[in-house]
Structure formats: C-alpha cells, structure tokens
Nanobody, 123 residues
Framework: QVQPVESGGGLVQAGDSMRLSCAAS????????MGWFRQAPGQEREFVAG????????DYADDVKDRFTISRDNAKNTVYLQMVSLKPEDTRVYYC????????????????WGKGTRVTVSS
C-alpha cells in the first residue's frame, strides 16, 4: 500500500505561485494513480488534479486546468502540484490520495490519504 504525505503549503498573495509535494511510501508507487483534492471548511472535498500510473494520463478540475500542473517522479516516489496565478478562492486544505492504476474522481475510489497541507491565498 502507498501512504502519501503532503508538504509545501503556506501563505501567499494572489497571483503568486506555489508547489505542493506528496511523498509516498511503498514499493508500488509507480503502479498507483495519485490525486490532489482540496477542501474548504464546511464544504465537500473536491477533485483538483490526477495523474495515472502512466504519467501521460493527467486530468484537472475545470477551474484549475489552466493554472495547475500535476507531475510525478517515480524515482523519488513523489507527486507535485505546481500552482500558478493563485486566487483567494484557491484557499483550501489540499490532500494527496493514492489508488491503483488510473485516475478516478470520487473520494471513495482512493484508498490512501495524506493528512493535508493548508494553502492560504490573500487578496
């Protein structure tokens, strides 16, 4: 099983960039799809971006697809979420999740989750 751990969150200003990292333990990392989700207080956790075990398979939520880029480095067991042109509405706790093989979009389809990293974008 792959266990994710997020890092890289913090406070930035609108228009800034930030890169989140997700380091995952486990020998099977290269066979897992990884997803980034985010959640605001009182709201449901939502899909942000995903990358399949074949790295050319990527997908994004509509409101981030022109600003966020997901990538993976299997040699480092790490997934990244590069975020540019950040907006105050991107303020959320960001979670990394893992599941075998291909991207899925529902929370219940991921079987391992990190504890989250907070991103705050000030206006």
């Amino acid at each position: 099983q792959v266990q994710p751990v997020e890092s890289g969150g913090g406070l930035v200003q609108a228009g800034d960039s930030m890169r989140l990292s997700c380091a995952a333990s486990g020998r099977l990392f290269s066979t897992y799809a990884m997803g980034w989700f985010r959640q605001a207080p009182g709201q449901e956790r939502e899909f942000v971006a995903g990358i399949g075990w074949i790295a050319r398979e990527t997908d994004y939520a509509d409101d981030v697809k022109d600003r966020f880029t997901i990538s993976r480095d299997n040699a480092k067991n790490t997934v990244y979420l590069q975020m540019v042109s950040l907006k105050p509405e991107d303020t959320r706790v960001y979670y990394c999740a893992a599941r075998p093989r291909s991207i899925r979009y529902q929370i219940r389809e991921y079987n391992s989750w990190g504890k989250g990293t907070r991103v705050t974008v000030s206006s």
